[in-house]
């Protein structure tokens, strides 16, 4: 018999959880990892973010072996003591995956129940933020320094995208508590701006897409709603 094939490289896979962090967060899964990357994200956030990559991993395993299982079940192969062997090794495997696919689910459902809560208990009379604060704060989310130039005098900020920021305006999130200067680096070298956790939640509580009710995930066939699906 041939080898077995090694399992593809992880990547993100489309899970029954997606649909909740989605509404709640009116992101999808694609947008949520790469603003993880960027920095632009809560700590809570950045919570679910990283429990959901391990979800997706784990998810990407089960659908290997279903995969390698029915390639096994297809007639490609004599039916002999070998092949019952590598398919009995093959469920195992599975049923292997499965348990940590549901164990990470689970951590999933722990880091995304409190945003959740907290998406419901939100004031919906929150002052939102304005446009140019919102991309002021993207770009200060990337990397951006504060400095004073040294025949004027003025301030600015300058992000690592090469957006510039003027210092009324970095004064007016500092006072708000959406950013915060590393004041240990003297201003004609570079201040280091960056968000604080307030400036994380603001901004990405502003880039949300409104939501309503999150969609109701459909039930596997031969299941009902309420009914979890059963393993051997």
């Known amino acids: 018999m041939p080898p077995e094939p090694a399992p593809t490289p992880a990547r993100r896979a489309v899970s029954p959880l997606d649909h909740r962090i989605e509404a709640v967060t009116g992101h999808d899964i694609d947008t949520l990892w790469a603003y993880r990357d960027r920095g632009v994200l809560d700590e809570p956030h950045a919570h679910l ?22 390639r096994l079940s297809s007639g490609e192969f004599d039916v002999d003591d070998a092949l019952f062997t590598r398919i009995d090794r093959t469920v195992d495997q599975l049923e292997e995956a499965t348990d940590a696919r549901d164990a990470a689910a689970g951590k999933v459902l722990a880091a995304l129940e409190p945003i959740e809560a907290a998406a ?18 993207l770009a200060i989310a990337g990397g951006a320094k504060l400095y004073e130039h040294l025949l004027t005098g003025r301030m600015s900020v300058t992000a690592a995208s090469g957006t510039r920021i003027p210092h009324a305006k970095l004064q007016r999130l500092e006072d708000a508590g959406l950013v915060v200067r590393d004041t240990d680096h003297p201003v004609h070298a570079g201040q280091p701006v960056s968000l604080t956790d307030a400036g994380r939640t603001a901004l990405f509580a502003a880039r949300r897409t409104p939501t309503t009710q999150a969609p109701k995930v459909p ?11 059963q393993r051997r």
Not at 51 to 63: D, P
């Open 49 to 70: 973010v990283d429990r959901h990559r391990e979800l997706a991993k784990s998810q990407t395993g089960v659908a290997f072996y279903l995969r390698l299982l029915n």
């Open 120 to 137: 419901a208990a939100l004031a919906p009379d929150a002052k939102p933020l304005s446009t140019d604060d919102q991309a002021a704060l």
């Open 219 to 229: 039930a596997r066939p031969g299941t009902s709603p309420s009914t979890p699906a």
